[in-house]
């Protein structure tokens, strides 16, 4: 394994002396997580930590975002600038971990992680700031509320985060931490798609109701319906490449107030997950044209709402490469492993990849002693986030930045 060079050594180790300070932030993120797109006293904790520091900071407007522009001071012959990005918010979980510092919100906690993610960017926005003076060009801090399901990096694209350096950025990273799935620890990544795009499908089959005993007499929506979850599982099967996999998952069926009697309507919703932007579009185009003709063969009405949500996240082949050499010399070879096929989850920051090239990659905080095999995955109640990745991720981001500056490339 080939050792850190002596920067990368120096940024560790800055990024390291820093540890305290950032579990101290973590742990005060954890006892309040805020949810959606409105996170008041998030904001207010990054404000103050980036406040010493000399950013050009700026707030959002249709949500608590925080902007942070470090101007760098070496001159070059060009003048680049990169971004990175950390999110904010919590999900609407009961914790169930049994931490000294879970949360004290009723029905809220980070149980994705998104408290590491923040502390690491503020460590990371300490360690820049530290070495603006070296930097060739400008870096751009995306602290992002409303990842879980309210697409806030697409509402801080709108608001010109690409741009807020005064130029578009040429590329951007992202890291997430796990639960589980690796040792703790370890980062991986891959070139090209690393997580599913994802659709929601809403659908209202509608009937004539009845009593039970006269089906003949009736409309019954509730066959239909269920004709309609079997045939999506069909469609997947039989129009779709398993080399380019697609997942239908209904996760909502409900119809009928007793047994006897045949309701008026059958409701279902589903999840639909894609690797691909033709398989993506395809879905959109063949799933209602199945629900309706199903629908028209019984003599029945049926409403599909079919909901485009987040694009593939795509890592630039370039950038991914990029990535993984400084991962592998701030941290050591050993630190990270190829994925060999993407996540099935989705993630807004497909629309910032979508945008600017630049690659995302998962940070494994499983803590010390506990099995990655059998640990509780990122969204349960009992995921637990080890503090021990806090420097790394902080000096992995500031690495990232500093050498996307300079103009490294693997």
Request: glycine share 10%; proline share 5%.
């Amino acid at each position: 394994m080939t050792g850190p060079s002596s920067s990368s050594a120096s940024l560790l180790d800055d990024a390291r002396s820093l540890h305290g300070d950032l579990a101290h932030l973590r742990h005060r993120l954890h006892r309040q997580p805020e949810i959606g797109l409105e996170l008041p006293r998030t904001q207010e904790k990054v404000l103050a930590w980036l406040e010493p520091l000399g950013y050009e900071v700026s707030t959002g407007t249709a949500c608590t975002s925080v902007t942070a522009v470090l101007r760098g001071g070496a001159a070059g012959a060009e003048r680049r600038s990169v971004l990175l990005r950390g999110d904010m918010d919590a999900l609407p979980v009961q914790e169930d971990t049994g931490l000294d510092y879970a949360s004290e919100i009723p029905g809220a906690m980070h149980a994705c992680g998104h408290d590491l993610h923040t502390s690491m960017l503020a460590g990371a926005a300490s360690l820049l700031a530290s070495r603006r003076e070296s930097l060739a060009g400008d870096v751009v801090l995306m602290f992002q509320p409303g990842e879980e399901g309210c697409d806030g990096a697409s509402i801080m694209i709108e608001e010109g985060v690409l741009d807020a350096s005064g130029r578009r950025v040429e590329a951007a990273f992202g890291l997430h931490v796990a639960s589980a799935l690796a040792p703790g620890g370890m980062l991986l990544s891959r070139e090209g798609p690393i997580m599913s795009a994802a659709d929601g499908l809403f659908v209202t089959v509608r009937g004539a109701g009845g009593h039970g005993s006269a089906p003949h007499l009736a409309k019954d929506p509730v066959t239909t319906a269920a004709e309609m979850v079997t045939a999506l599982q069909a469609l997947v099967t039989r129009q779709f490449d398993i080399f380019d996999p697609v997942v239908i998952t209904i996760g909502v069926l409900r119809a009928g107030t007793a047994r006897n009697v045949i309701a008026d309507t059958a409701y279902f919703e589903a999840t639909i997950r894609s690797y691909s932007p033709a398989a993506q579009e395809r879905l959109r185009e063949t799933i209602p044209r199945l629900l309706h003709g199903i629908a028209a063969g019984h003599g029945l009405e049926v409403d599909v709402e079919y909901a485009a949500e987040y694009p593939v996240t795509t890592n630039d082949g370039r950038q991914a490469r990029f990535l993984r050499s400084v991962a592998e010399e701030l941290l050591g070879a050993d630190r990270y492993l190829e994925m060999p096929h993407p996540l099935g989850g989705s993630e807004d920051f497909s629309r910032v990849l979508d945008e600017v090239p630049g690659a995302f990659a998962f940070l494994s905080a499983v803590p010390d002693g506990v099995d990655p095999a059998t640990a509780p995955f990122n969204h349960s109640a009992r995921a637990v986030f080890g503090d021990h990745v806090l420097a790394d991720g902080a000096a992995l981001y500031a690495g990232l930045a500093i050498q996307q500056l300079a103009g490294v490339q693997p």
